[in-house]
């Protein structure tokens, strides 16, 4: 007989029915243990949210720090210039690589590169000029003698001639001054250095009509110097040009006089309608670039190491020593960088450079390595310009580009 499950002949289980009654205290302590676990969730996910703001924060600032010492973003080509596995030598070299390339194939050099767009891809149509030449001699003459290679050198200096052989050399700042440091040196052939004094003697220079000897200039300058020392007016002196204007040009213009009366063998024609000497010229060019000096409102350090430098040059003229403690004065002053950063280093740089080699004080030199050093450190590095040395404007000099490897290979 099978089973029947569907009759009801079985005795059922006896359930309790109705509702369970749970104890009071079981309800406080859920209640406790849900509010713990929300706080404790609560404090770990702010604690998280937290530590990804204090990062990102933290990496925001450092990318603003670096953005400050180097002068860019690191955007669309523009890097951080890592110099920290590199010697000046080998950071020279990359420079005077970016310079070969400003070379047409005659052997005359650009003024250098202004950027078309912002990342420098690509350069305004070239200016070339001789003019530039005694810069980028100077910069291979220092890096030969680092590296004892004077072969390139040789061979700059016998292209250049034929830039000079119509036409003289238009005066630009430096001129014979750079050059009588390479002609004086011994490691040249004869003819090299013939060559040298020839880029010096077609250099051509034009001064104001007029000009006068005063015949107590040498104790105005002294006195001129001691009243910028003590932040005193200077009188007013009558000049073509705006003085302020010119201080550049003056200042230049007195270091170039004196290195041509030093190198005696120069005979080019000055063109001067007063029959004055190199001497002279430098007194009262002096003279001009004191007073300009004295007129500009925002003095920055480039301002005070070109007349530094000038001052150096008139103590070799007249080894008074008023000038050199007025270079060392100017060197010393707590003056803006400006925005001309960092080749306003350049010049404090040189004039540092410019008295220790007269002094021989050491510290003249540690001040012209650390100006060079804050000059690396504050530039950064263009791929389409690789090498070069960017100038305040959005442009890559020659100028200041060569002057930057003479620094970097003697020091």
């Given at each position: 007989m099978v089973d029947n499950l569907s009759e009801k002949k079985y005795q059922r289980l006896a359930l309790p029915v109705g509702k369970i009654k749970i104890p009071k205290f079981l309800y406080f302590i859920l209640i406790v243990l849900v509010i713990l676990i929300l706080v404790i969730g609560g404090s770990y996910f702010y604690l998280k949210?937290?530590?990804?703001?204090?990062?990102?924060k933290s990496t925001k600032s450092s990318e603003v720090l670096n953005n400050k010492a180097t002068g860019g973003e690191g955007m669309g080509g523009i890097i951080?210039?890592?110099?920290?596995?590199?010697?000046?030598?080998?950071?020279?070299?990359?420079?005077?690589?970016?310079?070969?390339?400003?070379?047409?194939?005659?052997?005359?050099?650009?003024?250098?590169c202004e950027c078309i767009d912002e990342f420098c891809q690509q350069c305004k149509e070239s200016m070339y000029v001789p003019r530039i030449t005694p810069f980028v001699l100077w910069s291979k003459f220092k890096y030969a003698q680092n590296n004892g290679n004077y072969n390139d050198f040789i061979k700059e200096v016998n292209l250049s001639q034929e830039s000079i052989k119509e036409h003289s050399l238009q005066y630009y700042e430096w001129n014979c001054k750079l050059l009588y440091?390479?002609?004086?040196?011994?490691?040249?052939p004869q003819t090299t250095k013939d060559q040298i004094k020839n880029f010096c003697i077609k250099s051509e220079y034009e001064f104001e009509d007029?000009?006068?000897?005063?015949?107590?200039?040498?104790?105005?300058?002294?006195?001129?110097?001691?009243?910028?020392?003590?932040?005193?007016?200077?009188?007013?002196?009558?000049s073509v040009f705006d003085l302020k204007e010119f201080f550049y040009n003056n200042a230049f213009l007195v270091s170039e006089m004196v290195t041509r009366k030093l190198w005696k063998e120069t005979q080019a024609v000055l063109y001067s309608e007063s029959n004055l000497s190199e001497s002279d010229l430098a007194k009262i060019y002096f003279n001009k670039a004191l007073v300009g000096y004295s007129?500009?409102?925002?003095?920055?350090?480039?301002?005070?190491?070109?007349?530094?430098?000038?001052?150096?040059?008139?103590?070799?003229?007249?080894?008074?020593e008023?000038?050199?403690?007025?270079?060392?004065?100017?060197?010393?002053l707590k003056l803006e960088l400006g925005e001309d950063v960092p080749y306003s280093l350049i010049y404090k740089a040189l004039l540092?450079?410019?008295?220790?080699?007269?002094?021989?004080?050491?510290?003249?030199?540690?001040?012209?390595?650390?100006?060079?050093?804050?000059?690396v450190k504050y530039n950064k590095e263009n791929k389409y310009q690789k090498g070069a040395f960017k100038a305040p404007s959005n442009?890559?000099?020659?100028?200041?580009?060569?002057?930057?490897?003479g620094l970097l290979s003697t020091l």
């Open positions: 949210n937290n530590s990804k703001k204090t990062a990102t951080r210039r890592d110099t920290s596995n590199l010697s000046n030598l080998e950071i020279a070299k990359k420079t005077l690589d970016w310079i070969d390339l400003q070379k047409n194939k005659d052997g005359i050099y650009s003024v250098g440091e390479t002609w004086q040196s011994d490691k040249l007029g000009l006068k000897l005063s015949p107590d200039l040498d104790q105005t300058l002294l006195t001129n110097i001691d009243k910028i020392k003590n932040n005193q007016s200077l009188s007013k002196i009558n007129m500009k409102e925002n003095l920055e350090i480039k301002d005070s190491a070109i007349l530094g430098i000038s001052s150096v040059d008139m103590y070799r003229l007249t080894k008074d008023k000038y050199l403690n007025f270079a060392e004065y100017l060197l010393n540092a450079q410019n008295l220790s080699t007269i002094t021989q004080n050491q510290s003249y030199k540690s001040i012209a390595e650390a100006s060079l050093s804050d000059m442009a890559y000099y020659l100028r200041e580009n060569s002057l930057i490897v």
